[in-house]
Nanobody, 119 residues
Framework: QVQLVESGGGLVQPGGSLRLSCAAS????????MGWYRQAPGKERELVAR???????NYADSVKGRFTISRDNARNTVYLRMNSLKPEDTAVYYC?????????????WGQGTQVTVSS
């Protein structure tokens, strides 16, 4: 059983910063990529940022230059540093992991953490 535990969401004023964390636990043989997605009310879930096993990253255009994804391989933890937050960043943020568990490639999701940007 693989679990993704997220933390760090909350309410922040426009221009503020937050850092999200996601720790993966369980019988994971290898991790191909970890990332963050978000879903705002009435919208589809979208990729925010992803970091692959080789440390390459990609970001949504809307967050480039403001968000930074990083990973602690020893702890199977991924972080999302969010700076210069805007009201349009308000959403539920979900951690995502793609890797090998019990010889099969699988995808897992966290439970989501709310980020609200408002004055």
């Amino acid at each position: 059983q693989v679990q993704l535990v997220e933390s760090g969401g909350g309410l922040v004023q426009p221009g503020g910063s937050l850092r999200l964390s996601c720790a993966a636990s369980g019988s994971i043989s290898s991790i191909y990529a970890m990332g963050w997605y978000r879903q705002a009310p009435g919208k589809e879930r979208e990729l925010v940022a992803r970091i692959r096993s080789g440390a390459s990253t990609n970001y949504a255009d809307s967050v480039k230059g403001r968000f930074t994804i990083s990973r602690d391989n020893a702890r199977n933890t991924v972080y999302l540093r969010m700076n210069s937050l805007k009201p349009e960043d308000t959403a539920v943020y979900y951690c995502n992991l793609r890797g090998v568990v019990e010889t099969l490639e699988r995808i897992y999701w966290g439970q989501g953490t709310q980020v609200t940007v408002s004055s």
